[in-house]
């Protein structure tokens, strides 16, 4: 079967020019000969309109029309005339074919297939900024870290560390799957200082732990518009909107990470379908569901005429329009014919 993609030449360096060019690369695989095309093509099995009609007149056998978005009164009309005069309105979104169909749309003639994804986008990892000292007493209760590192997978975080004495810790996070990098170089304060405040704005979390009344690279954070994972005491109790997320207990920290980690899952897992194949396969689906009721619909061939048939019995039998002798002067007529039965 041969399907051909009709899109004008001014929209292929576009987003519409990517998505013919996506599609014709995954039907194949699908059993189609795929042509692009600035008009409709007469011998097409399908014809398939990627934005709108563009005033275009659509063509025998099958032919459906790609609708973006609606957003002017003028769109609406267009894109209700385009749902009339083709087989099916592929909206990109359900709303939208929800929309055509209250303003008037036949609901048999209007569906919806999501946008494909190109391959290729990795997620980064989320940024947990540390700045803080490890002391020998554990004031700052890095064993939650560490018992964390133990129990989770980490792999979805990256770890920001800036003091001394995490050298072992950062190993213990690797091993949880987490990227670390580490400066604990704090002969240069000032030096040091600046360095943290620099990086600052790139996390997308500071973590503190210690209940020695907070931590002053809290007010950096903050000031940066970063969330925060911290103690609820101290004067972080006085900072309005300040702590994100309070962590007093183990159960606290593990719950926090875990969340915030399952929140991304979700984001990515919302996109993971959104394959050109499936694109591909949906648009084919709708396809052959439509050439099998138009074959369905079509005259069947005359039976001989009996030699006892009277002549004002005679059978009148127009040609089908998939016929090879259905021409372009046979398409005038007929859709004239189909648009005048609705």
């Given at each position: 079967?041969?399907c051909n993609?009709v899109?004008?030449a001014?929209?292929r360096?576009?987003?519409?020019?990517k998505?013919?060019?996506r599609l014709?690369?995954?039907l194949p695989?699908?059993?189609w000969?795929v042509?692009?095309?600035?008009t409709?093509d007469?011998a097409a099995?399908?014809?398939?309109?990627?934005l709108?009609?563009?005033?275009?007149v659509?063509?025998?056998?099958?032919a459906?029309?790609g609708?973006?978005h609606?957003d002017?009164?003028s769109k609406?009309?267009?894109?209700?005339?385009?749902?009339?005069q083709t087989?099916?309105a592929?909206c990109?979104?359900?709303?939208?074919?929800?929309?055509l169909?209250?303003?008037g749309a036949d609901p048999s003639?209007?569906?919806?297939?999501?946008?494909?994804l190109?391959?290729?986008?990795?997620?980064r990892?989320?940024?947990i900024?540390i700045?803080?000292?490890r002391?020998?007493?554990?004031?700052?209760?890095e064993?939650?870290l560490?018992?964390?590192?133990g129990?989770i997978?980490l792999?979805?975080?990256?770890?920001e560390?800036?003091g001394?004495?995490?050298?072992s810790f950062?190993?213990?996070l690797?091993?949880?799957?987490?990227?670390v990098?580490?400066?604990e170089?704090?002969d240069?304060?000032?030096?040091?200082y600046?360095?943290?405040?620099q990086r600052?704005?790139?996390?997308?979390?500071?973590l503190y732990?210690?209940f020695d009344e907070?931590?002053?690279g809290t007010?950096d954070?903050?000031a940066?518009?970063?969330?925060?994972?911290?103690?609820p005491?101290?004067?972080?109790?006085?900072?309005?909107?300040?702590i994100?997320h309070?962590?007093?207990?183990?159960?606290?920290?593990?719950s926090?990470?875990?969340?915030i980690?399952?929140?991304?899952?979700?984001?990515i897992?919302?996109?993971r379908?959104?394959?050109?194949q499936?694109?591909?396969?949906e648009?084919?689906?709708?396809?052959?569901?439509?050439?099998?009721?138009?074959?369905?619909?079509?005259?069947?061939?005359?039976?001989e005429?009996s030699a006892?048939?009277?002549?004002?019995q005679q059978a009148?039998?127009?040609?089908?329009?998939s016929?090879?002798?259905?021409?372009?002067?046979?398409?005038g007529g007929?859709?004239?014919?189909?648009?005048?039965?609705?």
């Open positions: 079967m041969r993609l899109l004008g001014y929209y360096d576009w987003m519409m020019g998505i013919m060019r014709a690369e995954a695989a699908l059993g000969t042509t692009i095309s600035e409709p007469f099995d399908v014809n398939h309109f990627l709108y009609l563009e005033g275009q659509p063509c025998p056998l099958v459906t029309v609708i973006t609606v002017t009164e609406k009309k267009q894109v209700l005339l385009a749902a009339e087989d099916l592929i990109m979104s359900r709303e939208t074919a929800q929309y169909v209250s303003e003639k209007v569906c919806s297939v999501r946008p494909a190109d391959p290729g986008i990795s997620p990892r989320i940024v900024g700045a803080t000292k002391y020998r007493d554990g004031r700052k209760r064993e939650l560490a018992r964390l590192a129990e997978d792999s979805a975080f990256a770890f560390i800036f001394e004495g995490w050298s950062a190993q213990r690797r091993k949880a799957g987490a990227e990098s580490l400066a170089d704090c240069d304060f000032e030096g040091g600046a360095r943290v405040r600052v704005p790139f996390f997308d979390y500071y732990l210690g907070g931590s002053l007010l954070a903050l940066a518009g970063v969330k925060t994972i911290i103690t005491q101290g004067f972080h109790l006085d900072l309005d909107h300040g994100t309070p962590v007093s207990s183990y159960e606290d920290l593990k926090v990470f875990e969340s980690r399952d929140e991304r899952e979700e984001r897992a919302a996109v379908p959104l394959t050109w499936r694109y591909a396969e648009h084919d689906r709708l396809w052959r569901r439509l050439l099998d009721r138009r074959r369905d619909r079509m005259p069947r061939a005359p039976q005429e006892t048939a009277s002549a004002g009148r039998v127009e040609t089908p329009i016929s090879p002798a259905a021409g372009r002067s046979s398409w007929w859709l004239a014919r189909r648009f005048r039965a609705g």
